[in-house]
């Protein structure tokens, strides 16, 4: 074990650290001997690191940084590093940054001009996008779904003409329902549902995402965060979306399901069921001019 040296004057910065998602060997030797050596850690759970602290025998002083605390924290933490001290911040888990308070820190110490060191490890993300077999060349991180039906909805009709994979947090007690808006706004495409990665009950289910949505409402109890990772649009035969006649049909069955009631963008999504389309697609042809 290196031992503990003081930090030279003048040598302040934040050190951003990757933990373990799960199993607490997936961590790296520059993270442990940053958690070693740094004046203090700054901790989103110190309860949580503690446990990695226990496992590695590292002794350096713990203070909580969490979302409750962050805006508070975070100018006095850069006051000290701005003054010498070297700060680690550790999440729960993972890549800190992501879907956590850590973004907030980060960003005031680089608006300070105080240098951060990112040391990469364990990420959830990149995790469950390498365990789904979808497509990986391009993927949208969209963090976690809104609790609500309609928002989540507008979230996801929002990037549904994205050709790229898209990966989404969501928390066990909320996947089915999540899984349930998704195979409604994003039909047809290949999904997998990812939890526990890394631990003893590790699992990932793939399926088609209304097979998949099924699948898992039918879960009693469901334990563990997990990931949520839905393929891109998958080409389908249908008309030639430039054609058109196609783009007049398109356009004329949209009209006519918004003088019947029904929203544009709904009305959208059942058209391009019906015609092979993406719903971007007939979305922008119905706003185009004739």
Known sequence: MTAREPTPPGQGR????????????????????????????????????????????????????????????????????????????VSDAGTPGVSDPGARLIAAAVAAGVPVDALPGASAVLAALVASGLPMQRFYFGGFLSRKAGE?????????????????????????????????????????FARELTKLHEEVVRAP????????????????????????PVPRKGPDAEDPEAQERAREMVEQLVAAGMSRSAASRE??????????RVYAIAHSKT
């Open 152 to 192: 989540r909805r507008r979230e996801l009709e929002a990037v549904s003409g994205l050709d790229a994979t898209l990966v989404f947090f969501e928390s066990p007690r909320r996947s089915a329902a999540a899984l349930a808006t998704i195979a409604e706004v994003l039909p047809g495409r290949q999904a997998a």
């Open 209 to 232: 995402v209304e097979e998949l949505a099924t699948q898992i409402a039918a879960r009693d109890t469901l334990k563990g965060e997990a990931v949520l990772v839905v393929g891109p």
């Open 14 to 89: 934040l050190v951003v650290c990757a933990t373990p998602i799960g199993n607490l060997g997936d961590v790296t030797l520059r993270v442990l001997e940053a958690l070693r050596t740094a004046d203090a850690v700054a901790a989103e759970d110190t309860r949580v690191t503690r446990k990695l602290f226990a496992r590695y025998d590292i002794t350096t002083r713990l203070e909580r940084c969490d979302e409750y605390t962050v805006e508070r924290q975070a100018p006095l933490l850069v006051a000290r590093m701005l003054a010498g001290e070297v700060v680690a911040f």
């Open 271 to 280: 058209v391009a069921g019906k015609l092979g389309m993406t719903r971007a």
